[in-house]
């Protein structure tokens, strides 16, 4: 196996007090293709995850120990009943801690007993293992393992601002169509234009013909010359 394939596979950090069940996780995580570290504590899981345990500290008269190192692990999988520190007490502390509180943490018992399983599932648990672990158990990890390896926040496209398109200029209307628009609005064309000369044109005009007319120039005889020539 190269060194590429080692570093793209899952990590997982098993913590047991059993021998025989560390042995048995161990197997079935390598069988299903996991990176694997096993521990028998509680206190040691946080060693290496780069958290150590209150009492340790108090006691421990250096802050490190030669076995402390700080791994990346992508999931934990934990017993629920173990001396000292419970499984229960481990995922408490991994998600009380801000630069843990991501990785997915599967506990496993023994014993079925509902208000404990949905404690620790309430509490922040991916899953809930009854022992004896099989190995389809294993297989429900890779979505919780995926699922962290998915990045955490994503470049946001920004939308492009929309164009507005500004309607094409409507063609000026033709002189025939003008024509034909103003005489179906009953407008004479004079009248568009403002002018009225040619309706004082045809009234002086019949004035003109008035005044030519015989009719106009024959003279009018008045009531008394009519009894002077009987």
Do not use: W
């Not at 196996?1 to 021998?19: G, N, P, Q, W, Y």
């Not at 629920?80 to 506990?107: A, F, H, N």
């Amino acid at each position: 196996m190269t060194v590429v394939d080692a570093e793209s596979r899952f990590h997982v950090l098993a913590v047991d007090d059993s021998i025989i069940d560390r042995k048995l996780i161990e197997r079935l995580l390598k069988n299903s293709s996991y990176q694997v570290t096993t521990v028998d504590s509680g206190s040691k899981a946080l060693e290496l995850l780069g958290l150590r345990d209150e009492a340790d500290d108090a006691s421990s008269p250096s802050s490190s120990s030669p076995d402390h190192q700080d791994i990346d692990v992508n999931l934990i999988i934990t017993d629920y009943c173990m001396p000292g520190m419970t499984g229960y007490d481990l995922l408490k502390r991994v998600k009380g801690s801000s630069s843990l509180k991501d990785i997915p943490v599967v506990i496993m018992s023994s014993e079925n007993v509902p208000a404990r399983i949905n404690r620790c599932l309430e509490d922040g648990a991916e899953e809930f293992f009854l022992k004896p672990v099989k190995l389809a158990d294993m297989k429900k990890l890779k979505s919780h393992l995926l699922k962290r390896k998915q990045p955490k926040c994503q470049p946001q496209i920004q939308p492009e601002p929309e164009q507005k398109l500004e309607p094409p200029p409507q063609p000026a209307p033709k002189p025939e169509e003008a024509v034909v628009e103003a005489i179906a609005d009953g407008i004479s064309i004079s009248d568009c234009n403002g002018s009225s000369s040619s309706k004082r044109k045809a009234a002086a005009m019949e004035q003109q013909e008035g005044l030519t007319s015989p009719e106009s120039t024959k003279p009018r005889l008045s009531n008394s010359s009519l009894a002077v020539e009987t």
